[in-house]
């Protein structure tokens, strides 16, 4: 049943571990659309038929009571609702990853997109992913808006420069699934296209081996001590100009402006390139700017850095 | 002598501040709109039957887009209903002589062809590239015309404004003596509600266009993240007007087929209050729901909760009209006539493009569809489809209104049916594409869809087609049709009752309120 209504409506396989539950309500929504249509027409055919004007002119007759009215709308209003709460509870997880994730940062540009793994491998255009794994995408631009689109996960998500957003995925088959960009970016985006290829863990294990480069982490490390940040952060839990590093990752710090924030990716490298915009309580306004002066990929080796630093529970 | 002849002469045209010949000059301009975005939209058709676009390169590309999406929308869709029928019919149908303020009226429609003009220009000598979006920081970056075509379509939106400012003081004080509120005609109701929207959003949308334009020629950085600027900030704005405008499309649109159902069926109609409820609802929770726009754009969970579930509290209100039409059908003594056959269309493609919004709204499966040509048949569908069918529903209904003559009912139930079969061939390949997952504003494609496009262009040809056919006949009928009479439709609405065409101050003698606009002496239910 599943694969006559998927191939029936056109849709690509279902690769991901979301995109059968996503297409059971796809099938239910449009189905349900599908009939009301068509009842509605076919109502208004032999409402037409029925009740034309003859040569003998009959009065109208034939109220429809206001009960019907409420209960019409009602019903409909409850199906409504249902379908916002089911598919609402699937969108919450498609943004919810699982702290196992393995994550890959993507950097989208007029026309490619970049890969940078844990390892510190990096690809472009081919997004390499071991099945039955979960895997988190974090996404930036470095120009305009672009959106990673893979159909056969049913997964988009906008990459927008100055911004992280993210999304995850299991792939549940080996293969190899379109990436498109689905927001328009100039000439180039109809052909801003890469791949997913889904490989058997050991395959996978054996890819990025073989592209073995300095750790993310390691990497953000000597960028972390070149660019002069351990001067004021330091990473053993002592505060001195700055916040330490340590236990950072993830936790809750109120700000001056009396807000509360989680010191996550987005929070993170907002605070490298405008360190003035959320400062935390007890801090001057002491950091310049690291804007135009680390690249994308730094910026997410040191945020690598700082995570691996330790997370607050 | 009517208004087409008294007073007589090009002068008394072109200063006129008759609301009947204003209306006319906008039929004019917006038809003319609607045929340069059909020209367009053929061009892209046509460039979209092979997979590697053999006919147009993709810079070009964009720019047809672009240029198909902003005709339509901004001359085309936003005035079609209400500043041609609004403006021929509101002051007929409350018993007044005019608008409120007529000469505003006029300034309506010149600002209008100003800006018009100015978009036109800057498209034809520069063009734009952005797709009719804009969004940032594409466009502020391009090297293209943007800058003119925001100011074009600024003076567009001051039209936009006068013409809804007109229409709520008209609607306020204009009503014949005795007509209360409650007997306002249901076509009244929507452009009221729909001009609220315009003086409310329109605003909006002007100053984010002018943003985008200083930022464009100043780099002030107002979007654009390199210098503090937020490119969703504009996704914001934008929407926060453009998604009531999708309603200021389509709220008219209801109003002709709650006029068309009622007069066709002879009896009032069925829950008169409740479509009145929900035609503020729509005006009023249409404001709320920009963000369904943006599902992908990064906000946070919870404002995707509220926007979606806003989103269906929208899509509530248009059910009940639709339950409301059937019902005024269900036990009438209905004329088969050519404008009832346009509703049965709009039916069609009202319900099923309104349900697919329904699951665009269902936000999981957004992720999905959004960006795609899901989105684009399912808007097509309800808005231009709507649009259109309820527009040509309008121009068959109240054609021997305004001219006095007859058209050939068989040439015009023809024509309904190439453009409805024109129109469902077109888009409903393009929900399938969607699923599919070709997204938008791609000038290539994966050959593996290339026989949905092909069956798409076919389907915009033959609407094309049915589209000239029906101007043609109409515009036959226009000079060699039968007297009509002054109420061929046996209607009991107030515009029905002074002869056809009008004269100049529309009433040959003051109306009188004797029987609302819905009084059927035979409507015993």
Not at chain 1, 201 to 219: E, G, K, Q
Not at chain 2, 52 to 79: K, S
Not at chain 2, 134 to 142: E, L, M, W
Not at chain 2, 395 to 418: Q, R
Request: glycine letters at 8%; hydrophobic letters at 50%.
């Amino acid at each position: 049943m599943n694969e006559l209504l998927r191939q029936a409506l056109y849709l690509p396989r279902q690769a991901s571990s979301m995109a059968y539950r996503i297409d059971v309500l796809h099938y239910t929504v449009i189905g349900c659309a599908f009939a009301v249509a068509a009842l509605s027409c076919l109502l208004v055919i032999y409402i037409l038929i029925r009740f034309r004007e003859g040569p003998q002119r009959k009065p109208p007759a034939h109220k429809i009571g206001h009960v019907v009215e409420v209960a019409l709308a009602g019903f409909t209003l409850i199906a409504f609702i249902a379908w916002w709460a089911i598919g609402f509870t699937q969108y919450r997880d498609i943004h919810s990853p699982p702290a196992n994730a393995i994550r890959i940062h993507v950097v989208a540009k007029q026309w490619m997109w970049q890969f940078a793994y844990p390892n510190g491998a990096t690809a472009e255009a081919d997004l390499r992913v071991p099945v039955g794994e979960p895997v988190e995408v974090i996404l930036t631009s470095r120009d305009v808006i672009h959106s990673f689109y893979v159909p056969a996960f049913r997964l988009k998500q906008d990459a927008i420069p100055g911004r992280i957003t993210s999304l995850w995925f299991t792939a549940t088959e080996p293969g190899t699934f379109d990436i498109l960009c689905a927001e328009y970016c100039g000439a180039g985006h109809s052909r801003m296209r890469g791949r997913v290829i889904a490989l058997p863990p050991a395959d996978y294990a054996r890819w990025t081996d073989s592209h073995v480069a300095p750790d993310l982490a390691d990497a953000g490390a000597k960028l972390s001590a070149a660019y002069g940040c351990l001067r004021c952060h330091s990473i053993d839990g002592t505060g001195y100009i700055a916040p330490t590093w340590k236990g950072l990752y993830g936790a809750r710090r109120a700000l001056t402006t009396g807000e509360i924030v989680t010191a996550d990716d987005a929070y993170l490298t907002e605070s490298m390139m405008d360190p003035q915009a959320k400062l935390v309580v007890g801090f001057q306004p002491v950091m310049p700017s690291y804007l135009g002066l680390l690249s994308g990929p730094e910026a997410a080796a040191i945020v690598e850095y700082i995570r691996s630093l330790g997370a607050k529970p | 002598m009517n208004f087409w002849n008294e007073p007589r002469g090009v002068r008394s045209w072109l200063l006129t501040t008759d609301h009947k010949r204003v209306g006319v000059m906008f039929f004019f301009a917006v038809s003319l709109f609607l045929l340069l975005g059909g020209v367009f939209a053929l061009i892209l058709r046509l460039s979209l039957v092979t997979p590697n676009n053999a006919l147009v390169d993709a810079g070009t590309y964009d720019r047809l887009f672009t240029h198909h999406g902003i005709i339509m929308v901004w001359l085309f869709l936003i005035p079609s209903i209400p500043s041609t029928f609004g403006n021929l019919l509101v002051p007929l149908m409350i018993g007044a002589r005019d608008v409120a303020f007529p000469r505003l009226n006029l300034a309506s429609f010149y600002v209008f062809i100003a800006g018009a003009i100015i978009v036109l220009v800057a498209l034809f000598a520069g063009g734009v590239d952005t797709g009719w979006t804009f969004y940032t920081p594409y466009s502020t970056a391009t090297p293209t015309a943007i800058v003119w075509v925001a100011i074009g379509i600024f003076v567009v939106g001051v039209s936009s404004i006068f013409t809804g400012l007109n229409f709520i003081a008209t609607t306020h004080a204009m009503r014949v003596k005795g007509m209360r509120w409650r007997d306002l005609p249901l076509f009244v109701w929507t452009i009221y509600g729909t001009s609220i929207i315009m003086v409310i959003a329109t605003p909006v949308l002007g100053m984010t266009l002018l943003l985008v334009g200083a930022d464009h020629v100043w780099r002030l950085g107002l979007f654009e993240p390199n210098t503090g600027g937020d490119p969703v900030l504009f996704q914001h704005l934008f929407w926060f007007y453009s998604h009531p405008a999708v309603y200021i499309m389509i709220l008219p649109g209801m109003g002709v087929v709650s006029e068309v159902v009622s007069t066709m069926a002879h009896r009032r109609p069925a829950w008169y209050g409740a479509i009145v409820v929900a035609t503020i609802g729509i005006a009023v929770v249409g404001f709320l729901t920009w963000g369904h726009h943006m599902f992908v754009a990064g906000m946070s969970d919870f404002d995707v909760g509220i926007f979606g579930v806003l989103s269906m509290l929208v899509a509530i209100f248009s059910a009940i009209k639709v339950f409301a039409w059937i019902s005024t059908l269900y036990g009438g003594s209905i004329t088969i006539s050519t404008p009832i056959l346009y509703v049965f269309t709009f039916i069609f493609l009202f319900v099923f493009g309104g349900m697919s919004g329904v699951a665009v709204a269902t936000t999981s499966l957004d992720v999905h569809w959004t960006d795609t040509y899901f989105v684009v048949a399912h808007f097509h569908f309800i808005m231009v489809g709507g649009t259109i069918t309820a527009f040509l529903a309008a121009m068959h209904y109240w054609f021997p209104k305004i001219t006095g003559k007859m058209y050939s009912e068989t040439w015009a139930k023809l024509g309904c049916a190439v453009v409805s079969g024109g129109f469902i061939v077109t888009f409903t390949p393009q929900f399938l594409l969607g699923n599919h997952g070709m997204p938008r504003r791609y000038a290539t494609y994966p050959p593996d869809m290339q026989w949905l496009h092909v069956i798409s262009t076919i389907g915009a040809f033959l609407l094309g087609f049915g589209l000239v056919m029906t101007l043609v006949y109409l515009a036959a009928a226009w000079v060699n049709g039968k007297p009509a009479g002054d109420n061929p439709w046996r209607s009991a609405s107030f515009e029905w009752r002074s002869p056809s065409p009008p004269p100049h101050e529309n009433f040959a003698e003051p109306p009188k309120w004797t029987s609302g606009p819905y009084t059927y002496p035979e409507d015993q239910a």
